[in-house]
T-cell receptor, first 113, second 118 residues
Framework: KQEVTQIPAALSVPEGENLVLNCSFTDSAIYNLQWFRQDPGKGLTSLLLIQSSQREQTSGRLNASLDKSSGRSTLYIAASQPGDSATYLC????????????FGTGTKLQVIP | ETGVTQSPTHLIKTRGQQVTLRCSSQ?????VSWYQQALGQGPQFIFQ???????GRGNFPPRFSGLQFPNYSSELNVNALELDDSALYLC?????????????????FGPGTRLTVL
């Protein structure tokens, strides 16, 4: 059974700082891993999708990496802004057969002006 | 191109009642998944529909059921509501997969329906 863990559960940083969010998964047989942002009480906004054959993806100030062998993915946010404050979730999609998606519990990020 | 939409936004029900939540997928997306997100938790997979058939199910009892329609919109039905069913319910659609198969790649989420069971 796939388990996805995100550490830390909460993070507070001053504006302008670079930061890294961590996502660990127990089953390396994944099809892809997707990072999302969720604002309070809202749905999920897709940030980056990394296929199992890829090592990283970049979009603007965001960079996500994937290391299947160690069961880890990281989301790097450069030059953080108060508008980046949200909960960040990672989701691993299983490879083979029915491709179930397992989410982590999220990291709540606060960027202080 | 419109995104994924869900209705209603909020809903209050009492224990034992039944509820129907609705989702309209993005155009060209033939696969829809439903998730339950309790406060402070990550979304938990309920089930997925592809071409109007259930294509996979998480650890949810049979009182959670769904439908997908020919236009790829879908419903989540929950019978005999319990207090623990209070949560944000999210649907996500995925683009049609290779050779018209199930969408197995990126998921696009709707804004969710907040269900409160009293």
């Amino acid at each position: 059974k796939q388990e996805v863990t995100q550490i830390p559960a909460a993070l507070s940083v001053p504006e302008g700082e670079n930061l890294v969010l961590n996502c660990s998964f127990t089953d390396s047989a994944i099809y892809n891993l997707q990072w999302f942002r969720q604002d309070p009480g809202k749905g999920l906004t897709s940030l980056l999708l990394i296929q199992s054959s890829q090592r990283e993806q970049t979009s603007g100030r965001l960079n996500a990496s994937l290391d299947k062998s160690s069961g880890r993915s990281t989301l790097y946010i450069a030059a953080s802004q108060p508008g980046d404050s949200a909960t960040y979730l990672c989701a691993a999609r299983k490879r083979g057969g029915y491709q179930k998606v397992t989410f982590g519990t999220g990291t709540k990020l606060q960027v202080i002006p | 191109e419109t995104g994924v939409t869900q209705s209603p936004t909020h809903l209050i029900k009492t224990r034992g009642q039944q509820v129907t939540l609705r989702c309209s997928s993005q155009s060209g997306h033939n696969t829809v998944s439903w998730y339950q997100q309790a406060l402070g938790q990550g979304p938990q997979f309920i089930f997925q529909y592809y071409r109007e058939e259930e294509n996979g199910r998480g650890n949810f009892p049979p009182r959670f059921s769904g439908l997908q329609f020919p236009n790829y919109s879908s419903e989540l039905n929950v019978n005999a509501l319990e207090l623990d069913d209070s949560a944000l319910y999210l649907c996500a659609s995925s683009p049609t997969g290779l050779a018209g198969g199930p969408g197995d790649n990126e998921q696009f989420f709707g804004p969710g329906t907040r269900l409160t069971v009293l």
